[in-house]
């Protein structure tokens, strides 16, 4: 329940939009520093997400009351938003020294110890 100070569902805010923020403060140096990885936390929750762009443009949030379920929908939302950004990334660094990845630590934990 409630919202960033720009008006967006806080779990949005909070599981993506403050990693997109930080991840594109740092891109720059990141690409300066290379090699460099951006790392991603998402969930294998991201497949119920469902992100309709221009109802999120319009009214900053896809699910519109507060219930239980808008607070799954969100958590989903936002992991989907996650994924989406990561391979949107890869694609634009692609030819860099900056390298991307997304996962679920549940499943990956031990993944991201050998990178």
Do not use: M
Not at 24 to 33: A, D, I, M, P, Y
Not at 45 to 67: E, M, R, T, Y
Request: charged share 15%.
């Amino acid at each position: 329940p409630g919202c960033t100070e720009d008006g967006f569902g806080l779990a949005f805010g909070v599981n993506h939009l403050g990693h997109f923020f930080l991840t594109n403060l740092l891109l720059e140096r990141l690409r300066q520093c290379g090699p460099s990885r951006v790392l991603t936390v998402s969930a294998l929750l991201h497949c119920f997400g469902n992100i309709d762009f221009h109802l999120l443009a319009s009214q900053k949030d896809v699910v519109p009351s507060q219930s239980t379920w808008h607070n799954f929908q969100d958590y989903c939302n936002s992991k989907l938003c996650n994924v989406l950004f990561t391979r949107e990334l890869a694609n634009r660094l692609e030819g860099t020294e900056v390298t991307c990845y997304t996962l679920h630590p549940g499943k990956c934990l031990h993944l991201l110890l050998l990178l």
